[in-house]
């Protein structure tokens, strides 16, 4: 009797992970989550900083795709504070060099900015209308420590309230 046939998996698969931006996480992380679907957690590593250039050292989620034991698709799934901390175009600093001190965010964006990553951010929020959205990107802004066009992102959000700032 010949050997049996091995069955390919061709169901895709999905796994979620939280990662920073431009460097591959630690294999130790990703062979846990990646050994139930046979995936070399080296090339995942590979594949997750080669797609996450652009968010260097901000942290946020990817979506792996696997299918047949390979790595399909990197989906990037930023937050909404990892989009605000992008735009703000601030240096990249050495996570591994400073150790354990608290990084503060300062800058300015512009209202223009911030109803751009309203747009981005409409598949994610529970908002029904976009002049929701708005207002969450504020509360980031008021959360993640910078101003808008120079005002706290408050009296922006009442600008909105009353009507001055149009969306």
């Known amino acids: 009797m010949g050997p049996k046939p ?15 931006g431009g460097e591959p996480p ?13 995936c070399n957690p080296k090339k995942a590593g590979e594949e997750i900083s080669k797609n996450t250039k652009e968010f260097t050292n901000i942290r946020l989620y990817v979506r792996l795709t696997i299918q047949s034991r390979e790595i399909k698709q990197v989906e990037l799934l930023p937050t909404c504070s ?6 703000l175009k601030e240096p990249i600093r050495q996570r591994r060099k ?10 300015n964006l512009t209202f223009e900015q911030v109803k751009t990553i309203a747009k981005k951010m409409t598949h994610k929020t529970l908002a029904r209308e976009t002049v929701g959205t708005v207002k969450e990107v504020l509360g980031t802004c008021l959360a993640v420590g910078i101003t808008v066009d120079g005002k706290s992102p408050k009296e922006v959000t009442q600008e909105v309230n009353s009507g001055k700032l149009t969306v």
């Open 98 to 107: 400073v150790k354990g001190a608290v990084y503060k965010h300062t800058g």
């Open 82 to 87: 990892a989009l605000i901390i992008k735009d």
């Open 26 to 38: 630690s294999n130790a992380v990703l062979s846990a989550k990646l050994s139930p679907y046979g």
């Open 6 to 20: 091995t069955v390919v998996d061709t169901e895709a698969k999905q796994v979620v992970l939280k990662i920073v």
